[in-house]
């Protein structure tokens, strides 16, 4: 069984990463850089001067292309051009209430591109492992009180979700009918579940709502306080991307690891969004919130809840960071980047060898 702390793998190996100009994707990259790899991104720009990937300055440490993950011709051009060893996939219209706004795209998006990143990767020899990034929503939700399996049937009632159980359905069946042989790529898909982290931004999402709201000196404000999420620390959800994509390089197509995975975190850490915006208001030191329901707000999962014996147990990969710990990393991340001071890349990189000898001890 492959140690905890075993991504060792990537030195010298070249890896696109899709969506790299993202919150994940960019924090991936700068993980692959202190592994030793040659990082390729293809991404859309990024969407604001605040996003990650500007702060740590990966234009100038990888090679990054803009691109549109729904441009077949380019994104193949970008892999055959580049040859990588291992994608992994983190391109998507990440936003439920997004996808109320736009549903075609968010389907555009989410279905046909990982089918384009899958219908390209088949075409490249040196292409080893695809690791598809998807989300703990891509379930069928029944609010139930126990984990959902990776043998859970798919669904979602809003887009966001449906377009996620479809892309877990679009990749089972690329992987059945086109990389079984032996010299086929081995394709796995990974379901984290929320994540938090430093350089996150985006709108309607807890933690930026709480930071934005808390560095202006504003009360915070939640729309569902009673619901329960699956929280985790981005680092620790990329460890077990990276982790995977270790053992599909070494294993190969015809390997168990070439199946769908839970990167979830311990029951200590699923909590209503209330406890959550307790946890950052006690680490950023001040702060007071209010909850503002919107009773014609479209519908959102009031539950949610990993089962991730499988990771445990097969992969060998355990969550590192409990809820102090995750939040603490958060807050001193966001810190570091609105005093402007250093720089944030260094500090990226600091948070990352502090989480492996964390995972090491």
């Known amino acids: 069984m492959v140690g905890t702390a075993d991504v060792g793998g990537y030195r010298g190996k070249t890896v696109l990463v899709t969506g790299d100009t993202g919150f994940k994707g960019s924090w991936l990259a700068v993980w692959l850089l202190q592994l030793g790899a040659r990082v390729v991104g293809y991404a859309l720009p990024p969407a604001s001067p605040r996003d990650n990937y500007l702060l740590c300055g990966l234009a100038d440490r990888i090679t990054h292309i803009d691109g549109d993950i729904r441009d077949y011709g380019k994104l193949a051009a970008a892999i055959a051009s580049h040859k990588p060893d291992v994608v992994f996939h983190l391109a998507a219209q990440p936003l439920v209430l997004e996808s109320y706004r736009e549903p075609r795209e ?151 690891f070439a199946s769908g995975w839970n990167f979830g975190p311990t029951q200590q850490t699923m909590l209503p969004v209330v406890g959550l915006v307790d946890a950052v208001i006690a680490a950023w030191g001040s702060g007071t919130f209010r909850i503002d329901r919107d009773p014609n707000a479209p519908d959102e999962a009031r539950f949610l809840h990993l089962d991730i014996s499988k990771a445990l147990n097969q992969l060998g990969w355990r969550p590192v960071l409990g809820l102090e710990a995750m939040v603490a990393l958060t807050v001193d991340g966001y810190r570091a980047e609105l005093a402007e001071t250093g720089d944030v890349f260094d500090h990226r990189v600091a948070q990352i060898q502090a989480f492996e000898a964390a995972a090491h001890g």
């Open 106 to 256: 968010t389907f555009e998006v989410n279905v046909m591109g990982t089918v384009n990143v899958l219908e390209a990767a088949r075409h490249v020899p040196s292409v080893r492992a695809v690791v598809i990034v998807t989300s703990d929503k891509c379930y069928e939700n029944q609010a139930w009180v126990w984990g959902y399996r990776e043998s859970d049937a798919m669904g979602g009632h809003d887009p966001y979700s449906a377009s996620k159980g479809a892309a877990e359905l679009a990749a089972a069946s690329m992987r059945r009918s086109f990389f079984g042989g032996g010299s086929a790529a081995a394709i796995a898909t990974a379901r984290a579940g929320n994540v938090i982290g430093a350089g996150d931004w985006a709108a309607h999402r807890i933690v930026p709502d709480c930071i934005r709201s808390l560095a202006a000196g504003e009360p915070i404000v939640i729309r569902h306080p009673k619901a329960v999420r699956p929280w985790q620390h981005v680092l620790d959800a990329l460890h077990g991307y990276l982790q995977l994509g270790v053992r599909l390089v070494s294993d190969g197509a015809t390997s168990a």
